[in-house]
């Protein structure tokens, strides 16, 4: 059987095969399958209508072939069923307790990874990789997460967009990135820009040779949510561009704590707790940016504790005229 099979695959046309790692939408009870049906059935088969659900199948990542998984969302909770052999295990994240989201993009490679506790009072984090694309079909997840877009809030997008031009001139993909990032009605507060921190090594010759310590990133704090735009370690540098990257969103009603360290003369790390569950987040920043860093952890503190008083996200004390940081001090 096994032979049968890649004889099939060997002689499926590229196309054919890149298709068949394509994520695809599962519209009826019959269409899920068979190794997920049972535990799909037993926790949302009596739904008058098929919930939105999605598979993924396993496809080839950038270092590891990735697990076949299945998705769905109902009763204000995301499903996740992961397939191990011939067993499904069984993950489910309410949206209130889901702490934080990542999003990353290299070629056609994407993923977005869930970080919470779970129905079961764990804290966990479940990441779901796909085709790029069809990663149409993840932005309902997505939007289970992030703020919704807000015309009526008097924000204009193209407006609270103009705020990253000198991150665009500065660096035309990080500058991009973060204007996507955006959703209508959002309010950009501040903006730190980090290129790539290295240290020298060692000298040979003529050659210096140097240890990267953290590639380039960009951390915007809006009046919603933390968004840190950042280069992936695991892909490679041409010519001083790495393709892709990742987003990574905190809504600011999550940030628990915020701590400022210094790492000798040279660094700061500025480390979020996130609640609920306390999973930590760092950034890494140059010690010329400490001034910069200590606004937005102020901005970080009191921001989060207003949005958990008033339980949401959104602070409106905050005046529409705020302007952003600039990138260096």
């Not at 298709?19 to 939408?25: E, G, I, Q, R, T």
């Not at 909770?77 to 011939?86: D, F, H, L, P, S």
């Not at 937005?296 to 958990?308: G, P």
Request: hydrophobic content about 40%.
């Amino acid at each position: 059987m096994t032979s049968d099979l890649n004889s099939q695959l060997s002689t499926m046309t590229g196309a054919r095969q890149t298709m068949s790692s394509w994520a695809k939408v599962i519209e009826s009870p019959e269409a899920v399958p068979k190794v997920y049906r049972s535990s799909f059935n037993t926790m949302l088969g009596h739904e008058p209508t098929m919930p939105y659900t999605v598979f993924a199948p396993a496809i080839a990542g950038l270092r590891h072939r990735t697990t076949e998984k299945l998705l769905c969302e109902a009763h204000d909770t995301i499903y996740v069923w992961e397939r191990t052999g011939g067993r499904a295990a069984l993950t489910a994240y309410p949206t209130e307790t889901i702490s934080d989201l990542e999003m990353g993009e290299i070629l056609l490679f994407s993923w977005i990874t869930i970080g919470g506790v779970t129905q079961a009072g764990e804290v966990s984090a479940t990441t779901i990789e796909f085709n790029t694309a069809t990663s149409r079909h993840f932005a309902r997840f997505v939007s289970l997460i992030r703020p919704a877009p807000d015309p009526l809030a008097g924000l204009a997008l193209d407006v609270e967009q103009a705020k990253f031009n000198y991150l665009t001139a500065e660096n035309f993909k990080f500058g991009s990135f973060a204007c996507s990032s955006l959703m209508e009605g959002e309010q950009v507060q501040q903006i730190v820009w980090q290129p790539k921190i290295r240290k020298p090594l060692t000298r040979l010759g003529k050659f210096t040779f140097y240890q990267t310590l953290s590639l380039p990133h960009v951390t915007i704090l809006t009046d919603k949510e933390l968004i840190v735009i950042q280069d992936d370690e695991r892909t490679r540098e041409n010519r001083g561009v790495r393709y892709g990257g990742k987003w990574r969103y905190v809504a600011l009603k999550h940030i628990d704590a915020v701590a400022l360290s210094a790492h000798g003369d040279d660094m700061v790390t500025l480390s979020l707790t996130l609640a609920p569950g306390g999973r930590q987040f760092e950034i890494m920043f140059t010690a010329s940016r400490k001034e910069q860093i200590a606004r937005l952890q102020d901005s970080l503190e009191n921001r989060s504790e207003a949005a958990k008083c008033f339980g949401r996200s959104v602070v409106t004390s905050t005046p529409a005229t705020t302007a952003p940081d600039p990138a260096h001090p």
